[in-house]
């Protein structure tokens, strides 16, 4: 005996095919009215359903990724700033260099786009399917120190060592505790030549030293970081400023 619909919708659901369930009416509908035979209905409810899990898998690494917010390249003004580095950008954005386990150091001023830039290239990477970690430079320390508190490190570690491509970002915004420089070298080290990085931060190398406090960690740090990577300076006028000074004139025009 034939199931109802709402019986088959039940029975789909029990086996998870949830994609198939939201469809299923429609689909239905299209093969009453002709517009399809059953067997390309059924082509299609497969393919909701292959459609409803890749969106799921993509949430599902989107969030793990803990990636604050989505960016993308397609909405960069680069027009704005010339002086910035198109070309070496878009050839990154192909991601070529995750496979090559190369790394990559963004500097330059606050509002240039270092982070939109940082964030659109492992928004990317989670759409193909890589494995992305971010994390703010700050937070990166906090979560370390917390762990070794509560004796988690050695998961921690694995979680950082693990991930395809770790974005740290905004390093040297808020300062860092004394033993910052080596947490950091001991997460670069656990990744050198096994996975990609990329670091974004607004304080030049020459001033690295002395915010980490020692000559000794900085050197093998930076060693390291550009032995197989990318350096992009970003240099000329602030987003952030540019969109300031219209906010401004915005409330200005209103009075």
């Known amino acids: 005996m034939p199931m109802s619909t ?26 009453a009215n002709h517009e399809m035979d059953f067997l390309e209905a059924f082509s299609w409810l497969v393919q909701d359903e292959l459609d409803r899990r890749h969106s799921r898998l993509l949430e599902r690494r989107q969030a793990l990724s803990g990636l604050p917010d989505h960016k993308d390249l397609k909405s960069f003004d680069w027009s704005y700033n010339s002086r910035l580095p198109k070309r070496d950008v878009l050839e990154l954005a192909t991601l070529k260099f995750i496979d090559a386990r190369e790394d990559m150091l963004i500097i330059g001023p606050p ?3 270092k982070s939109h830039v940082a964030k659109s290239l ?3 990477a989670v759409q193909r399917g890589y494995k992305v970690l971010y994390r703010e430079a700050h937070q990166l320390i906090e979560d370390i120190t917390e762990a070794r508190e509560l004796g988690d490190l050695r998961k921690l570690r694995a979680q950082l060592h693990s991930a395809e491509l770790l974005l740290i970002d905004d390093l040297f915004l808020r300062k860092l505790p004394a033993h910052a420089g080596d947490e950091l070298a001991d997460v670069l080290m656990g990744r050198y030549e096994k996975a990609s990085t990329i670091i974004t931060s607004n304080r030049p190398l020459d001033d690295w030293t002395q915010l980490l406090g020692d000559v000794v960690v900085v050197t093998p740090l930076l060693d390291r970081l550009m032995h197989h990577g990318h350096l992009l300076r970003f240099e000329g006028k602030s987003w952030r400023l540019k969109e300031a000074a219209a906010r401004a004139a915005k409330r200005k025009a209103m009075h």
Do not use: K, Y
């Open 122 to 124: 492992a928004a990317s």
């Open 6 to 31: 709402p019986e088959l919708e039940r029975a789909l659901r029990s086996l998870r095919l949830s994609g198939m369930t939201a469809t299923l009416e429609a689909r239905a509908l299209q093969v």
């Open 111 to 113: 509002g240039t786009g």
